[in-house]
């Protein structure tokens, strides 16, 4: 059980350290990381959230005349 515990431990600290030096690297090499992509998810997520509440609630059965289809047609030329 210790073996086994020891083994995950010393996996672990090996994955943050290469974690950690990719980091490294990739700021050295102004790269796009893992964690700045979630991070610009997210906040992205949070802006369509926001959006979302600001917009007026549209009614139920009522369409815009462009998602109808609907075209005016020219009169008097």
Do not use: W
Not at 34 to 53: C, G, N, P, S, T
């Amino acid at each position: 059980m210790a073996a086994t515990a020891a083994v995950a431990r010393s996996g672990l600290a090996y994955r943050r350290n290469v974690q950690r030096f990719a980091a490294i690297i990739a700021d050295a090499l102004d790269m796009t990381t893992r964690r700045d992509l979630d991070e610009a998810f997210r906040e992205i997520q949070e802006l369509k959230r926001e959006v979302r509440k600001l917009r007026p609630p549209v009614a139920v059965g009522t369409t815009s005349r462009k998602a109808q289809g609907t075209v005016r047609k020219r009169t008097g030329t």
